[in-house]
């Protein structure tokens, strides 16, 4: 259909066509290029950034293996080198590093230490590879800045040292350990008969973390270094002009020279008295002082009263045929006023003057028992016996058995007194009678004054054990002994009940409760070699049985022999002292009854150690005469 004739078409638009007719395609008239500078200046600025970020890549893609010009270690240039060379080229540098990088010094020792003893890691490989990153991380930004600080001022890395701190610390108390020293005090020490100084001695100390600091600030050099082990000076807190003080003091107190008096009796006391009552103390001042030990002064007044005093001053008695007999009358005596005597003694003690003359103060004794009151005493029938047997005994122990049974014959034990056999029996020496003979000391068999008196102690705890008495104290011997079997349990043989004694450490004890006194009288038949102690007085209603021995424990005897030295004895002469003995665990009861009833159950033990064979063997060499 035709448009309307009014109808004006644009520019651009076409007729329709008929039905079946196509319309043909013009071409798109073509755009002239119009020059432009700020153009032209956009695209440069374009194409140049694109090139400027993709250099630090070219460059890296070029380098992909190998350190970047202007790449150090140290100052030893890596450029366009790869890891392994790298690393080989450090191995070479640090090679005496590596083989000894420090080397501890102390006064005169030396300590060559490795890399792996101070706990330190120093890794190259890691380095190496460090370096071949260097400009090639990060962003193209990042990368241009690090290549321009590279060309404009170059990369120097530095290897890196990792210090386990723990580590050279533990070494380094190791070390310590063995070379410090605490500071030693000046000390005064008082021997026997002198004074003696110990000088002081400077300590030293082991500054760990001082020397740990040093060694990790020298190693930074990567090169072998010599440290010197840091130390301090530990100064004594006594040092020796204290104790020349105090050592001035101990000996003006030592020369000290008394007499000590009581009527036509003397003591000398000397050095040899006075040196073990002094002591030093250490005060809190780090100062010394020289004091009189009152514990021992206390001692050796109460030995002193037991050597004035002697036996005791009641009279000794012996019951025959039914009748008391006054075999030794009683007498006056005295004893020392003990706390008077020691304030005495430390008062002169502390005088400049070195010799004094004291009269010691005492107190009079009289005889608790008279031939008047003899029959008020109680004492007229047998209570109960001990009995052992010697035989075999050699020369020195009968001796001595025979000298402490002279001492204990006739005592007498007032009612509710505790007996003591040390201090019955007396001093053990030459002037009451005994010699010198093998005794139990400790654990071994040795020369001892009294050897056998064990005899006297083990027959009267027999006495005292059957007569049901309270036993205070008693000390079993430390291995079985063949003498103490024979009536060892009273009408029967056998082991469990002896009694060890030794001056000032074992005592045998016990007590009177039976309301009377009781006679103490010995017996000492040679012909028989049989020791019997009695008791008597007045026999309480008791009758004593035992249950045992019961024995545990045992153990075989020791088959190597003992020789004991005897110089007293010529060069062959052998004699055994000891059987060997098994060891044992033994346990005795003792059953009391009163009336048929049993009123008390006690266990005695005794625990016997395994013996060898002892032989005594001479070792005095004659001397001839031409």
């Known amino acids: 259909m035709p448009f309307p004739s009014h109808i004006i078409l644009a520019k651009d638009s076409q007729a329709p066509l008929p039905p079946g007719q196509r319309r043909e395609k013009r071409p798109a008239p073509k755009r002239k290029y119009t020059f432009s500078p700020k153009r032209l200046f956009l695209e440069t600025l374009l194409a140049f950034s694109l090139a400027l970020l993709a250099f630090p890549y070219v460059v890296s893609w070029c380098y992909q293996d190998r350190a970047l010009p202007g790449v150090s270690i140290q100052g030893m240039k890596v450029t366009n080198l790869d890891q392994p060379a790298i690393t080989a080229s450090l191995n070479a540098r640090y090679a005496n590093f590596l083989r000894q990088p420090l080397t501890l010094t102390y006064a005169n020792r030396t300590w060559q230490l490795s890399l792996a003893e101070l706990g330190i890691g120093f890794d190259l490989k890691a380095v190496a590879t460090e370096a071949l990153q260097v400009g090639k991380q990060g962003g193209p930004i990042r990368r241009l800045r690090d290549l321009w600080y590279l060309w404009r001022f170059g990369h120097d890395l530095a290897p890196r040292l990792l210090l386990d701190q723990p580590y050279l610390q533990h070494y380094l108390l190791k070390l310590a350990a063995e070379l410090e020293s605490p500071a030693q005090d000046a000390k005064v020490q008082i021997g026997a008969t002198e004074v003696v100084r110990i000088p002081s001695v400077q300590g030293t100390q082991v500054l760990v973390d001082a020397t740990a600091a040093a060694i990790s600030q020298a190693l930074q050099q990567l090169t072998p270094q010599q440290v010197a082990l840091l130390t301090r000076p530990l100064p004594p807190l006594i040092g020796d002009e204290v104790a020349k003080i105090a050592e001035g003091e101990a000996q003006t107190l030592l020369n000290h020279n008394l007499l000590l008096k009581h009527g036509e009796q003397t003591w000398p ?358």
């Open 269 to 626: 006391w000397g050095k040899a008295e006075i040196a073990p009552l002094l002591r030093v103390d250490e005060l809190p001042t780090h100062t010394l002082r020289v004091e009189i030990d009152p514990y021992q002064l206390k001692r050796a007044v109460k030995h002193l009263g037991r050597q004035a005093l002697g036996q005791g001053i009641d009279p000794h008695l012996r019951f025959e045929a039914g009748a008391l007999k006054v075999l030794q009358e009683g007498r006056e005596g005295w004893r020392l006023k003990p706390e008077a005597t020691v304030k005495l003694l430390s008062e002169t003690l502390r005088q400049p003057q070195e010799a004094s003359v004291l009269e010691l103060p005492t107190e009079p004794l009289y005889p608790r028992v008279t031939p008047q009151n003899l029959a008020t005493l109680g004492i007229k029938e047998l209570v109960s016996e001990g009995k052992s047997s010697f035989a075999g005994s050699a020369a020195y122990r009968i001796t001595n058995i025979k000298a402490g049974a002279a001492r204990l014959d006739g005592l007498l034990i007032a009612p509710g007194e505790e007996f003591s056999f040390n201090k019955a029996i007396g001093e053990i020496n030459a002037e009451n009678g005994f010699v010198e003979g093998y005794a139990v000391i400790g654990n071994r068999t040795k020369l001892e004054w009294g050897g056998g008196v064990c005899q006297d102690s083990t027959t009267v705890f027999r006495a005292a054990f059957w007569a049901g008495l309270p036993i205070t104290e008693r000390h079993a011997h430390p291995y079985a002994i063949s003498w103490y079997n024979r009536f060892g349990l009273g009408e029967r043989d056998g082991e469990g009940l002896d009694a060890a004694i030794f001056t000032g450490l074992s005592d045998l004890k016990f007590g009177n409760d039976t309301g009377n006194w009781l006679l103490l009288q010995t017996t000492v038949d040679e012909a028989q070699q049989t020791f019997t102690v009695q008791l008597y007085g007045t026999k309480p209603n008791r009758r004593v049985e035992i249950d045992g021995p019961h024995l545990s424990n045992e153990t075989k005897a020791i088959t190597e022999p003992v020789y004991i030295d005897d110089p007293s004895k010529p060069v062959g002469y052998l004699q055994q002292s000891d059987v060997a003995r098994s060891g044992r665990d033994l346990i005795i009861y003792r059953l009391s009854f009163e009336n048929e009833q049993l009123t008390k159950r006690e266990a005695f033990r005794t625990s016997f150690q395994a013996w060898p064979d002892v032989f005594v063997r001479g070792t005095k060499k004659e001397t001839l005469t031409p």
